[in-house]
């Protein structure tokens, strides 16, 4: 019985936005199965926010309504906001931003961490994103099998890490931190085994996306 | 007249430069897959011919282009290889 009471209350809320409206939207979204399928498998309640659901009056109703404790969001962004499908804003500074407050938000958005992220980390609120463009390279043969491209498989399995990580209890910065040592792993892979000029450019961007990955706000954070 | 010049010397200098990288940039690029797509957050996605030419261009993609490869090359000569390869684990 006390088992079945520490599970209950353990489990998770998880949101996730899954916008499909373009090659980088439709891999990250295809990624994004496995974390949820992880998630589930622990317990956790996921909510899928996928392609026009990924609008800003659902995501508002539903951050108010269940209150989840983590947020992942893929998609577009900017400085300033983070876009759902087919680039509507979900979340901006200075207009609903207080939405992420007292949870933990990872963002696959460009430079969303930059000012975004910025205001909404504080002692209660963690905001794990990117300070720069999220580049992510692809294998044009598998644009309509994303979870089959090798190339995709380099950048976003160090990006799963974070949610992962989280789902297995870590804090936020060992989830950045476990994010970026399978960053620095498939880097050493590939130099180690590099067999062509992409291999090569794979590496500077992994690089790229690594060294600009920021965890903002209450380091200790878990779920 | 002499710190004209200078002043000229040093443009001349930093395009200089700035071409290097440019075609440093364009030759890597030329020799990637043509199966190749990248995705440049917001920006578009992108064929390895039109990252040449946005790279030739110098417009916002082609700078982004090469500020990936400088940082590259920066953390190279502060010896990120060695340093990947002395961590534990």
Known sequence: MALLVNYIVSMAKILITRPEHDPLTRCLSHWNTKVIKNAKSKGNEVIELYKDRANRKEFEGRIKKVDPSLVLLNGHGNEDSVLGHDN?????????????????????????????????????????????????????????????????????????????????????KEASDSSKQEFRENIKMLLKNISGPDDLEDVKDLFWNMSHQVCLGNQEAKL | ????????????????????????????????????????????????????????????IGKTIEQIEMEWLRALKRGIISELYSEHG
Do not use: W
């Not at chain 1, 990117?130 to 644009?143: G, I, M, Q």
């Not at chain 2, 043509?34 to 261009?57: A, Y």
């Open chain 1, 88 to 172: 509507e804003i979900l979340v901006k500074n200075g207009e609903n931003e207080a939405l992420l407050k007292n949870r933990i938000t990872y963002a696959v958005a460009c430079s969303s961490a930059r000012a975004l992220g910025v205001t909404c980390a504080d002692k209660d609120t963690t905001f794990i994103g990117y300070d720069e463009y999220f580049v992510l390279n692809l294998d044009s043969h598998f644009l309509t099998h994303p979870l089959n491209d090798k190339r995709a498989e380099r950048f976003l399995e160090p990006s799963n890490k974070i949610a992962n990580s989280l789902i297995k209890g870590h804090t936020c």
């Open chain 2, 1 to 60: 007249m002499n710190n004209e010049k200078e002043i000229n010397e040093t443009k001349v200098i930093d395009f200089s430069s700035d071409e290097e990288i440019r075609r440093l940039v364009v030759a890597r690029l030329k020799v990637i897959s043509s199966d190749t797509i990248k995705c440049i957050g917001n920006e578009g996605t992108f064929s390895r011919d039109q990252l040449i030419e946005h790279v030739q261009l110098g417009d916002k």
